[in-house]
T-cell receptor, first 113, second 114 residues
Framework: GENVEQHPSTLSVQEGDSAVIKCTYSDSASNYFPWYKQELGKGPQLIIDIRSNVGEKKDQRIAVTLNKTAKHFSLHITETQPEDSAVYFCAASKGNQGGKLIFGQGTELSVKP | DAGITQSPRHKVTETGTPVTLRCHQTENHRYMYWYRQDPGHGLRLIHYSYGVKDTDKGEVSDGYSVSRSKTEDFLLTLESATSSQTSVYFC?????????????FGEGSRLTVL
């Protein structure tokens, strides 16, 4: 079955710096890759996603890139702010099984003022 | 915020006792899911439902059962709780099962099995 590895597990940056979180997946049939942000005491919330027919997608300060050949995808956050501090999860799914996500282990991002 | 309510939010129980967690939604979404979250494992799918009385297993379904008798309610039952089932449980809903069908998560139910 699918396996998603996420790195790093913790990341600390200064406010205004960029943050990059990387994930690899094992199943070449996976074609949908969302990223979720989880704030303390809350459920995860979708922040951006990418499909396998697209190499990059941006939404304001966040962007996601996908390399299907290497089977890895990354989340980039620019101009980080303290409110970006949270746990971030990558995930993968395939076909019409968008809700049956395989999640990475999570990255705890800390943005220091 | 999506209208998802999980109950109870916190529960402490003893090994061997039955436990039922409830997820209630007001969005009339067809698809509902139960995930568990554990340190070092991210979130893992336990069971999901694609309609009333239609359910299927996820990747970590052993020891769990589910039922969905109404669109709005999805119950997760641990027939005989074990310490390995100590976890935070999240219910999620989606309107579609296809790509881009955003999952909306509840706020979680923290279960401790002593």
């Amino acid at each position: 079955g699918e396996n998603v590895e996420q790195h790093p597990s913790t990341l600390s940056v200064q406010e205004g710096d960029s943050a990059v979180i990387k994930c690899t997946y094992s199943d070449s049939a996976s074609n949908y890759f969302p990223w979720y942000k989880q704030e303390l005491g809350k459920g995860p919330q979708l922040i951006i996603d990418i499909r396998s027919n697209v190499g990059e997608k941006k939404d304001q300060r966040i962007a996601v890139t996908l390399n299907k050949t290497a089977k890895h995808f990354s989340l980039h956050i620019t101009e980080t702010q303290p409110e970006d501090s949270a746990v971030y999860f990558c995930a993968a799914s395939k076909g019409n099984q968008g809700g049956k996500l395989i999640f990475g282990q999570g990255t705890e991002l800390s943005v220091k003022p | 915020d999506a209208g998802i309510t999980q109950s109870p939010r916190h529960k402490v129980t003893e090994t061997g006792t039955p436990v039922t967690l409830r997820c209630h939604q007001t969005e009339n979404h067809r698809y509902m899911y139960w995930y568990r979250q554990d340190p070092g494992h991210g979130l893992r799918l336990i069971h999901y439902s694609y309609g009333v009385k239609d359910t299927d297993k996820g990747e970590v379904s052993d020891g769990y059962s589910v039922s969905r008798s109404k669109t709005e309610d999805f119950l997760l039952t641990l027939e005989s709780a074990t310490s390995s089932q100590t976890s935070v449980y999240f219910c999620a809903i989606s309107e579609t099962s296809g790509m881009g069908g955003e999952l909306f998560f509840g706020e979680g139910s923290r279960l401790t099995v002593l």
